[in-house]
């Protein structure tokens, strides 16, 4: 025997209201109940950040080794990466914050992601151009190349606006070759320029350009000697592709904002801070090596605006603290919790279905005891 209910065409306003009810819990419920969770590449990247800090270590030593004081008024951690307001191989002014701020290893994990992110693969070959500007994000740079088990080709300068690495006898041509002497990183650089506007040492004194020249010499680089900024961007570019023969070239990354490799003024513009993709809308209007290398289809790094790529991936801006490997949102970030989320969808479905397309609702609650008369009936079932 069947049976028989009644069902009115309106829908409950009770039943409306406890979903509107259990809408609004459901909300607070998942705004509130965020969980931590681990990002893809983690083990990778803490490897990298680890390897980064291993390397801060070894140019304290060797800052320390060479009898250079640590103004723990200015370097607020006491790395001893921060280099000295102004010395002869100063290039440029710089920005204290922005220099603080770059000595985090985490660093080396936001370079990982940024490397996964434009589809590197362990085993590819990379171009790096990086200038003494910021010696802590080189160093991360490096230990991201290293852990991925990259093939970078290096190309550097010598000289280093405030606060980067511009004690005369511990460039970071320096540190490069201490850090591979002493077995952190494998990969040197393939040359050097003097560096500083259009990477030419103009600006410098003849004992800044000099102090440069035997920098690069002692350690054993190739002196870039183009005269011109058109001349520097084909000799870098012809050494690019040179050492990376018949291996295409997956990535560039940029450290700083030497004119080369950013390309000058409007290259300094048109780039965002970060992994860049798709050619900015006025590429063609100037030249440089990140412009040449997003022409060609190569994605980009470009590590600049180092406090806003800080904050956008959970870093301090500046760090008053040692920062330790793995505290940064690039690692764990807090998201909503999609079990939660996923039960509460659930719940708010089948409420509807209940009270909406069917009267299991109305009966289970109740709430309507009796058809009111003016209520249109539907067909008996």
Request: one cysteine or more.
């Amino acid at each position: 025997m069947k049976k028989v209910y009644w069902r009115p065409k309106a829908v409950s306003r009770t039943g409306l209201f406890l979903i509107g009810l259990t809408s609004l819990a459901g909300l607070t419920l998942v705004e509130n109940f965020r969980v931590q969770q681990r990002q893809p590449n983690f083990d990778e990247k803490l490897a990298a950040a680890k390897l980064a800090s291993q390397a801060y270590d070894v140019i304290y030593d060797a800052r320390i080794e060479r009898g250079h004081e640590i103004d723990e008024t200015m370097d607020l951690v006491h790395s001893g990466v921060l280099g000295i307001a102004m010395s002869e191989v100063t290039s440029l002014s710089g920005d204290v914050t922005a220099k603080r701020t770059s000595i985090n290893p985490n660093f080396a994990a936001v370079a990982v992601q940024m490397l996964r992110d434009a589809g590197v693969e362990n085993g590819d070959t990379i171009a790096i151009g990086v200038s003494g500007s910021f010696p802590g994000i080189n160093a991360c740079v490096y230990a991201a190349a290293e852990t991925m088990n990259l093939k970078p080709i290096i190309i550097t300068s010598g000289a280093a606006s405030q606060w980067g690495a511009n004690l005369p006898d511990l460039l970071w041509i320096d540190m490069e070759r201490i850090l591979v002497d002493q077995g952190v990183f494998r990969s040197r650089a393939i040359a050097a320029s003097i560096g500083g506007f259009e990477d030419r040492g103009l600006g410098l004194s003849d004992g800044g350009r000099q102090a440069i020249e035997e920098g690069i010499s002692r350690n054993g680089l190739s002196l870039l000697e183009a005269t011109t900024f058109e001349a520097s961007v084909e000799e870098r570019m012809n050494l690019y592709d040179k050492h990376a023969g018949s291996q295409p070239i997956k990535a560039y990354i940029n450290v700083g904002a030497g004119t080369v490799s950013v390309g000058r003024t409007l290259g300094k513009q048109m780039f965002s801070p970060g992994l860049n993709l798709i050619p900015p809308v006025q590429i063609r209007q100037t030249d440089g090596i990140m412009p040449r290398f997003i022409l060609r289809g190569v994605p980009v790094i470009h590590f600049a605006q180092i406090a806003d790529i800080a904050e956008k991936y959970g870093m301090p801006v500046p760090p008053l603290e040692p920062p330790a490997p793995g505290e940064a949102s690039v690692f764990e970030a807090i998201e909503y919790s999609k079990p939660l989320a996923a039960s509460l969808l659930g719940l708010l479905t089948i409420m509807m279905y209940a009270f909406v397309r069917s009267d299991i609702g109305s009966r289970l609650l109740k709430l309507n005891k009796s058809p009111k008369k003016d209520a249109t009936a539907e067909p008996m079932l």
